[in-house]
């Protein structure tokens, strides 16, 4: 992996989530709903066998655990580190993540995780939030892996996409400039 890659990424939609007012103006609910919509992306994708659909949606999953992170007053990295320096949770998902794990079953352990992290979320308890964070970004790692990709190249794919990108705040949601109308709000 290359970390040097992910932490400029991290930093990047850190700054653009802020610029965006995506870090104070929303909820971790928000964008809690937000990591489930890209979830749902591309796991659709993975049904309808479209790789670029799969390959957005895991990208675009980073980029709202980066944010949610930042939100929860931590950082992806250190929910990273805090999953990868528990020796008996690191060992634990090493037999999770093996290269025999299914693609479906790999999904079953995700929603695992993210359950984990909204429980944290609701309880406001910032080491389950971490635990949650870490380990989905870890089973989205693996999940790339299946689908010959890297976390690294779908994250920077989704940057890319987004950098660039306005739109307003309603409540409490980011809605790109191109769906603006559809909400009623002129861009």
């Given at each position: 992996?290359s ?11 850190r ?17 809690f ?16 066998d ?31 580190a ?42 406001k ?5 971490q635990?949650?964070?870490?380990s ?9 892996f ?42």
């Amino acid at each position: 992996m290359s970390i040097q890659t992910l932490d400029v990424n991290f930093q990047r939609v850190r700054e653009w989530a802020e610029a965006r007012n995506l870090i104070e103006g929303a909820t971790p609910k928000d964008q809690f709903a937000k990591l489930i919509e890209e979830i749902s992306e591309f796991t659709i994708g993975i049904d309808n066998d479209d790789e670029a659909e799969i390959i957005d949606g895991l990208g675009d999953s980073v980029v709202v655990l980066t944010i949610l992170a930042a939100q929860t007053g931590t950082d992806i990295e250190t929910c990273i580190a805090m999953l990868d320096d528990e020796l008996e949770i690191a060992n634990h998902f090493t037999g999770i993540l093996s290269k025999a794990q299914s693609v479906d079953g790999l999904i079953h352990t995700l929603f695992n995780s993210v359950g984990e992290l909204a429980n944290g979320i609701s309880k406001k308890n910032l080491t389950k939030v971490q635990f949650g964070i870490g380990s989905s970004f870890r089973i989205i790692e693996a999940i790339s892996f299946r689908f010959d990709t890297t976390i690294e190249e779908n994250f920077d794919k989704a940057y890319n996409v987004i950098k660039d990108r306005k739109g307003k705040m309603i409540d409490g949601a980011f809605i790109k400039e191109a769906d603006l109308a559809s909400y009623g709000v002129a861009s």
